[in-house]
């Protein structure tokens, strides 16, 4: 099967009408950086044990506290982020993403991390937390 995509138009400031296409991770690669995300947490207390299972379904609950976690590690998971971007030029085939070529806004960079949270969690009930500290392997 094929990774979901998602395509962003830009609709305010400098980056108006920019469009950007952004695609799920491979499992790894989202399972790795989830991991470093908990890890850091834990670390920097926010959370007091991992749960089995813990992953990128626990984003959600993580990312309402980032300020918990060390800045070079939550800087580094952001940009993580954008790994998952490439810009649409006009009429054109996506690419690689360049950041200080592409974007002129840091709202656009906020805009372009939150979507790339949400398509890896986007089976996700609405307006349920997760528990990162709960026992056992989730429901199926």
Known sequence: MARKTK???INKGRDT???FLITEMPVI???SWAQKAL??????GLIT???EGAGMVDMPTLMRSIGSIDTQVGSELLDGLLDCVQTIP???EPRELLIDSDIEEASTLWV???EALKIHIDFL???EPQNLSQQGSPQN
């Not at 890890?39 to 920097?44: E, I, L, T, V």
């Open 7 to 9: 395509t962003i138009t």
């Open 17 to 19: 009408g920019k469009k």
């Open 29 to 31: 690669q989202a399972d």
């Open 39 to 44: 890890f850091a947490a834990a670390k920097g």
């Open 49 to 51: 044990e991992i749960a």
């Open 90 to 92: 006009s009429g054109g």
């Open 112 to 114: 372009l991390r939150q």
């Open 125 to 127: 009930p609405q307006g």
